[in-house]
């Protein structure tokens, strides 16, 4: 079970955008980094193709992070917080936060 999800709204921790918060768009497990909005953004010019309908220009994009640059949001505590993963008594494993304890999501 991993600790980062696609969807789940992070905290940055390190790096030029230190505290800012977005949301996972892309995980790349193999490279164990993560592409999130709003996050690590670059410009990148782009040459128009006008076979294919596309405009020239300068266009913004967001390029991965490293995953351990990064905490889950605790909404409770307004702060990013650690993940653990624990198994209920009937079999199901959670994530939880390890400052508050409280249930991040319960998976099947």
Do not use: C, W
Not at 54 to 68: E, M
């Amino acid at each position: 079970m991993n600790r980062l999800k696609k969807g789940d709204e992070v905290v940055v921790i390190t790096g030029r955008d230190k505290g800012k918060r977005g949301t996972i768009i892309n995980i790349l497990a193999k490279e164990n980094k993560l592409v999130i909005e709003g996050i690590n953004t670059v410009k990148k010019h782009v040459k128009a193709n006008p076979n294919a309908g596309d405009r020239g220009g300068i266009i913004i994009k967001s390029i991965p992070i490293q995953a351990a640059n990064v905490m889950l949001y605790n909404p409770s505590t307004q702060k990013g917080s650690r993940i653990g993963i624990r198994v209920l008594e009937d079999g199901r494993k959670v994530r939880y936060f390890k400052s508050t304890n409280e249930v991040v999501d319960i998976q099947v």
